[in-house]
């Protein structure tokens, strides 16, 4: 090795020649986090969380959640309310999309959402919380056909935009399927009694045992400038089953009718329920509670391709209820029922196999889907049908014959509460500006903030708060299986909300700029940039958990 000279005149061992790694870079060239041009930019967005996305009422959860964090219970009731009015019933009755949807679901389980929601619409019926009647009058009439879910919400949210407000009903009392079809173990009546009467309170008329047969004269008589057909699918579809005591057999519909109006039909210790829909599950539920030693359930198919919901079939089954998958009712005599094994082909559909068994039933209950009763509205000139339902106008609900809007069972729809009360509210604002000659118009949805976009660091782990339930054992009657959280409780679930996609103000940006770019404009105002000192590094943009930063390009 030869020798080289030191800068101070010593000498040093002639080293191999190697790569300088702290030669200056081209500031001019390169393409780094920061340069002498800032090429991108920071921006604070609001996305859309999956929670809003997926609920059918059309919630935004994301908000009221925010509030009880914020201990304000009357202002997140009062956010619930603008788009629902029902919040004590959903928290019961609603199957939860949203639920389904939530980004917490790939950390530690979703957010108890119906829980939270049930506890403001609970303590709203205890502190007698009442909505505010408008100060302003349209001086248009509206009529709506059917109280159930989607008339009581388009009720409301007509009433609310100023219009006069007339419901007719065929039923002695009016909440449609969620009075005569969901059991009181689910929905207690004092509750949806307390929530139809703050829309009674409001104005709205409500004109019972009163059955539509004439929908234009009716319209014509009551000088209604617009009118919400909402009827529900209250009729049972029939099958043709050969039998020698018909007496023997009922329609779930009005089996479950008569139960809720205080009635006790003698059904005798067993019961065969055909069907596998929600509503056969309730019934199966309401024979046990009726003294059915026996309940089983028979259905056409598999437990996979069962429509009833997970939760309803396990709840059915933890009360005794049986399930005889694969299997059709092919003959129903005496005390006995004779049914076909049915087996899945190579397309997965059940087919006949020939072999049959014998079941034992006092009683059989058809639980086989259900049809509104749309017939009235056959007279009607230009009206159009698919099946039982009516032909509308996706973006309006306007049928095909002006000033006539239909919705929740009427429509083709999922037949559910909460699509029912979306539909209602979506009638309702579609009627306004039908009434003002305004056009239908929908406003943009912000992009969706998904599980990917998230920067977890922040969240620690917080398992979800279980609601209490009675047990098995007390169970065989009509009180309410399923408590409600308390006031401490509540406020835990909503914390663990993530808040996807929105700023919660955690100064996470503002701690992480090196170049004090951020800027606080004080609590509920958020934050700005000053772009002056931004390099574009991006440092904000990858810390933020919720994803309330976008970086957007220059050029």
């Known amino acids: 090795m030869g020798l080289i000279l030191s800068t101070n005149g010593g000498c040093m061992m002639d080293m191999p020649t190697q790569r300088d790694i702290s030669h200056l870079p081209d500031l001019g060239a390169s393409r780094g986090r920061v340069g002498p041009v800032r090429v991108r930019m920071p921006i604070y967005v609001d996305l859309l969380p999956p929670c809003n996305q997926a609920c059918p009422a059309g919630e935004n959860i994301q908000e009221w959640l925010r509030l009880v964090k914020a201990s304000d219970d009357r202002g997140a009731w009062l956010e619930l309310t603008r788009n629902n009015p029902f919040p004590a019933i959903h928290g019961r009755v609603c199957y939860h999309p949203c639920e389904t949807s939530c980004n917490r679901v790939e950390l530690d389980g979703a957010v108890s959402i119906h829980s939270v929601e049930r506890y403001l619409g609970d303590l709203a019926i205890e502190k007698q919380w009442q909505f505010t009647p408008p100060a302003y009058s349209s001086g248009r009439r509206v009529l709506i056909v059917g109280s159930g879910p989607s008339g009581l919400s388009a009720a409301y949210h007509l009433r609310m935009l100023g219009h006069e407000v007339e419901v007719h009903d065929a039923s002695d009392l009016p909440g449609g399927m969620m009075r005569y079809g969901i059991p009181a173990y689910r929905l207690p009546r004092d509750v949806l009694d307390a929530e139809i009467a703050r829309i009674r309170t409001m104005g709205v008329t409500f004109v019972q045992n009163h059955n539509v047969t004439d929908l234009i004269a009716e319209r014509e008589a009551g000088h209604f400038d617009a009118v919400f057909v909402a009827i529900g699918a209250h009729l049972s579809k029939r099958v043709d089953i050969p039998t020698r005591d018909a007496g023997r057999i009922v329609d779930a519909v009005s089996f ?3 139960v809720a109006s205080g009635e006790r039909p003698l059904i005798g210790r067993r019961v065969a329920v055909y069907g596998g829909g929600n509503t056969a599950m309730d019934a199966a539920r309401v024979a046990r509670r009726l003294g059915a030693e026996e309940s089983i359930v028979v259905y056409r198919r598999t437990q996979e391709q069962m429509p009833a919901h997970a939760e309803e079939r396990e709840e059915a089954v933890r009360e005794g209820v049986k399930m005889n998958w694969l299997r059709t009712i092919s003959e129903i005599d005496e005390g006995q029922m004779q049914v076909e094994i049915m087996e899945l082909n190579d397309e997965g559909r059940a087919v006949g196999t020939g072999r049959y068994e014998t079941l034992q039933a006092d009683t059989v209950i058809l639980a086989l889907g259900q049809e509104a009763d749309s017939k009235f509205l056959a007279k009607i000139p230009g009206m159009a049908f698919d099946g039982d339902v009516v032909q509308v106008d996706p973006t309006t609900l306007m049928t095909n014959v002006p000033g006539i809007f239909a919705g929740g069972d ?59 339930e009675l047990d098995v054992e007390q169970r065989l009657n009509f009180d309410e299986i399923v408590g409600g959280l308390t006031e401490g409780q509540a406020y835990t679930e909503a914390w663990r909300c993530l808040s996807c996609g929105n700023c919660i103000e955690c100064d996470g940006c503002l701690g992480s700029c090196p170049e004090d770019a951020v800027i606080k404009l004080g609590k509920g105002l958020r934050y700005r940039y000053d772009y002056t000192k931004c390099t574009g590094c991006a440092t904000c943009y990858e810390q933020c958990p919720v994803h309330a930063i976008e970086m957007i390009s220059e050029r």
């Open 256 to 258: 479950l009718r008569d």
């Open 410 to 468: 009427a429509v083709p729809s999922e037949r559910t509460v909460t699509v029912g009360v979306g539909h209602g509210k979506k009638a309702a604002r579609m009627i306004d500006a039908y009434l003002q000659g305004r056009p239908a118009v929908q406003a943009p949805k912000h992009d969706l903030a998904s599980f990917d976009k998230l920067n977890l660091w922040y969240w620690g782990d917080d398992r979800r708060t279980a609601q209490p």
